[in-house]
């Protein structure tokens, strides 16, 4: 049999692509019975030597049994605790290199595998991310995503892109380190990132498209977890920055305690040199939030000092 160059050019382009890392994936798993097999299938075509690792997270369905039939390593939770706890019982379960953490709810595209890894090489972590809005399910997520990545960009000082995806890859290495400090909810994404940016470590956010869920509902609450995801980010940087919290309230506390000598001096005892109450407290409390922040960054800083040896 002959073959064209041209045919032995497109099964070379066809083919999967040999990395030079062992890779890990990790599949977060609730219910996702009639389509656990086809996100292994798809993710096996990409990667035919990774290692699979589906941790189940007490579902209802036939789950793990689909997905232990597909060739993944099951791992099953006797209690369903979360998204980040069953990434986090992966992740400590993983022998990759490599993390590659993707839903099993059909949204992220195998195919874009490669367009992650072949970045984590100069990264440490890359995270696929929704490109434009309608990329999103509705408006009122995107904005919600918007609000975070912009709240996140001003408190890492590095521009936060799509906090919320959770197709990422990730040197193990990096995330073992800060394994304990991830939620077992759906904030893992989020506090991960802030956690290696503040670190130091180098972050990618490469655009790929979204699919829609392949089927199922989504067990995420707009509002609620946009909360929890604020409170969040205020505790990720309050362990690794914690001044972009602090400075901003003391510095208000001052400027109300001015306003208040102000409104003394000018229109409730006009021309009389008296400090209201209400512009001492404010100003000594300025003053202790100031301090306590300046204390609590240098605690920070030695938290995060890297040993040579």
């Given at each position: 049999m002959i073959i064209s160059e041209e045919e032995t050019e497109a099964a070379v382009v066809g083919a999967p692509r040999h990395w030079p890392f062992s890779i890990s994936v990790v599949i977060p798993a609730f219910n996702?019975?009639?389509?656990?097999?086809?996100?292994?299938?798809?993710?096996?075509?990409?990667?035919p030597a990774a290692e699979i690792i589906v941790v189940d997270d007490a579902s209802h369905d036939n789950t793990a049994e689909q997905a232990a039939v597909a060739g993944a390593h099951v791992i099953r939770r006797p209690h369903n605790i979360g998204n980040g706890a069953g990434v986090k019982t992966g992740v400590r379960a993983a022998s990759g290199e490599v993390i590659l953490v993707i839903d099993a709810d059909g949204q992220h595209n195998p195919a874009d595998i490669p367009r992650l890894l072949e970045h984590i090489d100069r990264y440490d972590m890359v995270v696929a991310t929704r490109p434009d809005r309608t990329s999103h399910e509705n408006?009122?997520?995107?904005?919600?995503?918007?609000?975070?990545?912009?709240?996140?960009?001003?408190?890492?000082?590095?521009p936060m892109r799509d906090l919320t995806s959770g197709f990422r890859a990730i040197r193990r290495d990096v995330m073992l380190e800060f394994?304990?400090?991830?939620p077992n909810q759906f904030g893992w994404p989020m506090t991960s990132a802030m956690a290696l940016a503040k670190a130091g470590y180098h972050i990618r956010f490469e655009p790929v498209t979204m699919r829609k869920r392949q089927g199922g509902q989504s067990t995420q609450k707009l509002f609620k977890n946009g909360i929890r995801n604020?409170?969040?980010?205020?505790r990720m940087v309050s362990l690794f920055a914690p001044?972009?919290?602090?400075?901003?309230?003391?510095?208000?506390?001052?400027?109300?305690?001015?306003?208040?000598f102000?409104?003394?001096?000018?229109?409730?005892?006009?021309?009389?040199?008296?400090?209201?109450?209400s512009a001492v407290g404010l100003f000594v409390g300025a003053i202790v939030v100031f301090m306590f922040g300046l204390l609590a960054e240098q605690?920070?800083?030695?938290?995060?000092?890297?040993?040579?040896?």
């Open positions: 996702e019975g009639p389509r656990i097999a086809g996100v292994i299938d798809s993710i096996r075509a990409e990667l408006l009122l997520r995107w904005a919600g995503n918007t609000l975070l990545n912009n709240f996140g960009t001003y408190l890492t000082g590095m394994l304990h400090l991830l604020i409170l969040m980010i205020l001044l972009r919290v602090y400075f901003p309230v003391a510095l208000s506390m001052l400027g109300f305690s001015i306003v208040s102000l409104i003394s001096y000018f229109i409730t005892d006009i021309g009389r040199f008296r400090v209201p109450n605690i920070a800083a030695l938290r995060l000092q890297r040993r040579d040896d």
